[in-house]
Every structure is written in structure tokens, then in C-alpha cells.
């Protein structure tokens, strides 16, 4: 059972927009910068999004990020075949005192 | 270009122990924390473990607190993780990862190392 709570999968056709979202609660997502990570088949997660919104280094603008009380959300527009991958959301928990990520989402591009 | 390159994973039985390393180039690893995160076989991520720059700051989750220790050596730019009490539950593909969760996110990730506890 993950602290932050994903939709186990999301699907959509090429050219069209998907968000996922992630839910928690003030000790995490209320309190503390939510990232984002991309993790194709077979490799190791990717960093997409980090402060909640600002998109990491080489990361299309198709990919964005944004946070409203204890959810967080990633969008992704303009769906290619290639963005098929599971998305982690991630962030600390100041009552765990432990770094804690969502239990993942994976996306299907129809 | 930046490169965490894992190695010391394999199979182990119960109870035994394991010593992972993480051998960083391409920046200036004595600047940055670093973490440890794994993913057991068709799981998700868990987070396992941070240190400071200066390994003055060390945090574990409770699922591994006092059975791993992470350390770090900046004179050879390297990260470490040793597991002892392995248990079949700790199965899975270890990642080192450069950065804080709580501050940018892991903005660079090894290619992980496969740990198997089992007897």
C-alpha cells in the first residue's frame, strides 16, 4: 500500500492529452515538492518534473506538472507511442521522515 | 556526462549480506546527496535510504533501518549500500540515485543492480 495514491493505468489516443494524478496528504504532497519520473520497459526511472512543476533538463513541454493542497498532477499532451511507460509520482513525508513515491501508473497509448 | 554506474548485486540466502557500490564521473560527486531506491521484480519504486554531501545527514525508511547502511567515499566518488539480514522481501533492483527527493527530485539514476535473497 503506497502513502501516495496513482490510478494503476491511464490510457489514450496518439495526439490526445492524459493526466494522472496523486494523492496524498498534508505531510507529503501538502508539504513538500512533488517530482515526476518516467520509467520505459526495461530501464531505470527517468526524471520528468520536480518542484512540482518545473520540467527537468531535455523534457518536451508536452510534459507538465502541477500541485493544488495534498494532490498533484502530470499532464501529457500530444501522446506519442513512445510516452507508453509507467509514471511514478515522488516526494518526502515529514511524519515518516522517509522519502515516499506513488504506487505507479501506466499509460497506454491507444 | 553524467554516469552512476551500480555493481555487488546477486543471488544471496537469507540472512546474508551484501555490499552494493555505486561508482559515479561526469560532475563533482562530493557536492551532491545521494539516495538509494529499489523496485522489487513487477513493483513499484520504494525509497530506501539518503546521505548528505558530508554524511553528516543519514535517513533510512523503517523497512530497512538497522539492517542497511549507506555510506558514501568522495575521494573515490563512490556510493554505497550495505544489506545484511537479507530477507526474501528484499528481492528486487537496486538504484543509486543522485539528489534529494525532498529537494529537486533524482535528476540521474544508475542502470540498478538485481539483488536476489533467496535460498
Known amino acids: 500500500q503506497s502513502v501516495l495514491t496513482q490510478p494503476p493505468s491511464v490510457s489514450a489516443a496518439p495526439g490526445q492529452k492524459v493526466t494522472i494524478s496523486c494523492s496524498g496528504s498534508?505531510?507529503?504532497?501538502?508539504?513538500?515538492?512533488v517530482s515526476w519520473y518516467q520509467q520505459l520497459p526495461g530501464t531505470a526511472p527517468k526524471l520528468l518534473i520536480y518542484e512540482n512543476n518545473k520540467r527537468a533538463s531535455g523534457i518536451p513541454d508536452r510534459f507538465s506538472g502541477s500541485k493544488s493542497d495534498t494532490s498533484a498532477t502530470l499532464g501529457i499532451t500530444g501522446l506519442q507511442t513512445g510516452d507508453e511507460a509507467d509514471y511514478y509520482c515522488?516526494?518526502?513525508?515529514?511524519?515518516?521522515?522517509?522519502?515516499?513515491f506513488g504506487g505507479g501508473t501506466k499509460l497506454t497509448v491507444l | 556526462e553524467v554516469q552512476l554506474v551500480e555493481s555487488g548485486g546477486g543471488l544471496v540466502q537469507p540472512g546474508g549480506s551484501l555490499r552494493l557500490s555505486c561508482e559515479s564521473s561526469g560532475f563533482t560527486f562530493s557536492t551532491y546527496g545521494m539516495s538509494w531506491v529499489r523496485q522489487a521484480p513487477g513493483m513499484g519504486l520504494q525509497w530506501l535510504s539518503y546521505i548528505s554531501t558530508t554524511s553528516d545527514d543519514i535517513l533510512y525508511a523503517d523497512s530497512v533501518k538497522g539492517r542497511f547502511t549507506i555510506s558514501r567515499d568522495n575521494a573515490k566518488n563512490s556510493l554505497y549500500l550495505q544489506m545484511n539480514s537479507l530477507r526474501a522481501e528484499d528481492t528486487a533492483v537496486y538504484y543509486c540515485a543522485r539528489g534529494r527527493i525532498s529537494v529537486a527530485g533524482y535528476d540521474y539514476w544508475g542502470q540498478g543492480t538485481l539483488v536476489t535473497v533467496s535460498s
Open positions: 515522488g516526494t518526502w513525508d515529514s511524519s515518516l521522515s522517509a522519502g515516499v
Open positions: 498534508s505531510s507529503n504532497i501538502g508539504n513538500n515538492y
